[in-house]
């Protein structure tokens, strides 16, 4: 007989882990189902976020600025280092390790709140008395029941037309974070998150990256003027970054990949290199999830289709994270997880896509919360900005980091926070400021009449905030 549960998760990813432990704390017998396994065939619960995504690339990251600082920086600060030698094997075990461990501290939480895990692929079979069936091929083959279900199977990475992923010189996210050893010659395509963080590990340890983006702007969804300063950081560092191309034929050999493409002049050019990573936006992943055996409703790109509450087209069936509409973020996912259990339980759930924040965790970061000048000045709204560069940032000196700024944006007549733009050392942790004060509709000089410590790179946040109204203290 089939096992009965109040609610079952469908993806252990955050978007899954969370909602399932939300739901058990209110009460819910649940169950979560996930595939992910790790290299001895267990149990590797986090999804794409936890084994091939945010946790992995940012243990790669901090290696890597560790290794740039030693070999550049470090002198600066009358530090002399000899022999300074790169073993990018025990570099990639440390990241596995950093992910063993993001892994069992999961399946220690869904035993804290007394969820079941199945691990497995989970699957609909039918609607059923008391809900909908479903199966869960793993190791054995099982039945269970749920009232309600939630789908959180996350994303794929999309590749190239014509070009699949052989993850040994054509690269997703998974390959880009498992190269054995450092490639003379990296070529990227697509200066999105994944690309920038990707290419600046590989530039960090000694490759010479170049990446190819179709769009005529760099990074166009953030900031304009935060974009061109991040992209000057970039150049100085040595990241080759081409606009407006148009990528042709791809071609792997023996030597490596070779890629044909046009210029932003029009220009046929041809990119020789080791590896090619291959960054160009996520699919939602519905692949064996069976849906058509319930009539779940997909989109045309192959979405699950939810309304503002996260329901799907069949009753007590619910949907969250990369798999439905809105931007594709761990963080994100986990609150939409959350506003669903809690939904389930008839409370009042909430997500403000208006202030999720997002971050680029290159060097400098990248991080923002709200508008950008440029869809402001689009939607005809009046406003005021302030900016305040890490440049006259005490501790930002004390670093030796003061590439950057800070960039507040306010209604000009009520003076309401309406986005924060921000690249510059350690910027994701700095943007939560704004993330909170934009969810309390605070105004501009709340935040520049509130105490920052001294000395903080916080403070470049209230200066900004002072900037808005023409009265900065320190620059």
Request: hydrophobic content about 40%; aromatic content about 6%; glycine content about 12%.
């Amino acid at each position: 007989m089939s096992k009965q549960f109040d609610v079952i998760v469908i993806g252990g990813g955050p978007g899954g882990y969370i909602a399932a432990i939300r739901a058990a704390q209110l009460g819910f017998n649940v169950a979560c189902i996930d595939e992910w396994k790790n290299g001895k065939g267990g149990p590797a619960p986090g999804g794409t976020c936890t084994n091939v995504g945010c946790i992995p690339s940012k243990a790669l990251l901090q290696s890597s600025e560790h290794y740039e600082h030693a070999g550049k920086h470090f002198a600066d600060h009358g530090i002399e280092v000899k022999g300074l030698g790169l073993d990018v094997a025990k570099m990639l075990a440390r990241k596995d390790n950093v992910v063993k461990q993001n892994n069992d501290g999961i399946l220690y939480l869904f035993k804290k709140n007394k969820v079941t895990f199945f691990h497995g692929r989970g699957s609909f079979v039918k609607a059923a008395e008391g809900g909908y069936e479903l199966k869960v091929a793993g190791a054995a083959e099982e039945s269970i029941t749920g009232k309600h279900i939630i789908v959180a199977t996350g994303s794929n990475a999309r590749a190239l037309p014509g070009t699949p992923f052989d993850e040994e010189l054509v690269l997703s996210n998974d390959g880009a974070l498992r190269v054995g050893t450092v490639p003379k010659k990296l070529a990227l395509i697509g200066s999105g998150v994944i690309g920038l963080e990707m290419g600046s590990v590989w530039r960090r340890l000694g490759a010479d990256v170049t990446i190819l983006e179709g769009l005529p702007t760099f990074l166009g969804a953030v900031d304009e003027q935060i974009a061109k300063e991040a992209k000057k950081a970039f150049d100085k560092q040595g990241l080759k970054i081409e606009l407006g191309v148009k990528v042709g034929e791809v071609k792997t050999g023996k030597k490596g990949v070779s890629i044909a493409y046009t210029n932003a002049k029009g220009e046929a050019q041809t990119l020789e290199a080791d590896k090619l990573i291959v960054s160009i936006g996520r699919v939602a992943n519905t692949i064996g999830l069976n849906a058509e055996a319930v009539g779940l409703k997909l989109d045309e790109r192959g979405a699950i289709v939810v309304d503002d509450d996260c329901k799907t087209s069949l009753p007590n069936v619910w949907a969250v994270g990369d798999v439905v509409r809105g931007p594709m973020l761990a963080h994100k996912a986990e609150e939409e997880g959350v506003a669903v259990a809690e939904r389930i339980a008839g409370q009042h759930g909430h997500v403000n896509f208006n202030t999720v924040p997002w971050v680029i965790y290159t060097s400098p970061e990248i991080a923002w919360v709200g508008r950008t000048e440029q869809q402001l000045k689009a939607d005809g709204v009046a406003y005021k900005a302030g900016t305040f560069p890490f440049l006259a940032n005490g501790r930002a000196r004390a670093l030796g980091d003061t590439t950057g700024m800070v960039k507040f944006l306010a209604d000009a007549k009520t003076d309401e926070i309406l986005g924060v733009h921000m690249v510059g050392p350690q910027v994701s942790e700095l943007i939560s400021e704004a993330v909170v004060a934009m969810e309390f509709k605070a105004s501009a000089e709340d935040i520049a009449r509130i105490c920052h410590a001294h000395p903080s790179l916080s403070e470049a946040t209230k200066e900004a905030a002072l900037a808005v109204d023409k009265r900065t203290l320190n620059f």
